[in-house]
């Protein structure tokens, strides 16, 4: 299995532009997570989908923030538009219900620097 | 929303001795989980400790809870530079499957 797949792995933008941020889970997993990672915050819990559904996105910062799932395998973070403060690491991770559910994978984050 | 909290915070130790790092927590769990991240990666999962258990055991990793103090501790023994990394515990509560984390512990061993 190739674990959780994201794209891009560094992402330079500047402030004002839109920035997606891509994730592909393990296959068969039913559950995708995005986490944020800053120094001053450590990881915070943004929003994670369930059988592609939305179920908890009060994590995510404001309205220039927005997390789809189309389908089971791909889901995309946007930010819109982008600002210096949303310089962090951002997660994915998955897990699967018919396996316990509770251990989650992650990806390797998407380094992004918003000038 | 809950957080493991990990003490102490940074670690140095040299290699083949024993690393203790403890978390609390504030309220009742179903489970509690401990993640290893190296530099520039993401977050592996070691183990999962739940709420009926007081221990466990997986290779040189211990864990223990301690559900009346709202407490958990990893040991890492016999340390090797490779376990240079930080260390995060988790929490899940019961009715989802969210885990709130902990600041992270770095440990540092020395070869």
């Known amino acids: 299995d190739a674990g959780v797949i994201q794209s891009p792995r560094h992402e330079v933008t500047e402030m004002g532009q839109e920035v997606t941020l891509r994730c592909k889970p393990i296959?068969?997993?039913?559950?995708l997570f995005w986490y944020r990672q800053t120094m001053m915050r450590g990881l915070e819990l943004l929003i994670y989908?369930?059988?592609?559904?939305?179920?908890?996105d009060s994590g995510m910062p404001e309205d220039r923030f927005s997390a789809k799932m189309p389908n089971a395998s791909f889901s995309t973070l946007k930010i819109q538009p982008s600002e210096p403060r949303d310089s962090a690491v951002y997660f994915c991770a998955s897990s699967s219900e018919s396996k316990g559910g509770e251990t989650q994978y992650f990806g390797p984050g998407t380094r992004l620097l918003v000038l | 929303s809950q957080q493991g909290e990990e003490d102490p915070q940074a670690l140095s130790i040299q290699e083949g001795e024993n690393a203790t790092m403890n978390c609390s927590y504030k309220?009742?769990?179903?489970?509690l989980q401990w993640y290893r991240q190296n530099s520039g990666r993401g977050l592996v999962h070691l183990i999962l400790i739940r709420s009926n258990e007081r221990e466990k055991h997986s290779g040189r990793l211990r864990v223990t809870l301690d559900t009346s103090k709202k407490s958990s501790s990893l040991l890492i023994t016999a340390s090797r530079a490779a376990d240079t990394a930080s260390y995060f515990c988790?929490?899940?509560?019961?009715?989802?499957?969210?885990?709130?984390f902990g600041k992270g512990n770095q440990v540092v061993v020395i070869p």
């Open positions: 988790a929490t899940v509560l019961y009715g989802n499957n969210r885990l709130a």
């Open positions: 296959s068969g997993h039913n559950s």
């Open positions: 309220t009742s769990i179903n489970n």
């Open positions: 989908f369930n059988n592609n559904v939305p179920i908890d």
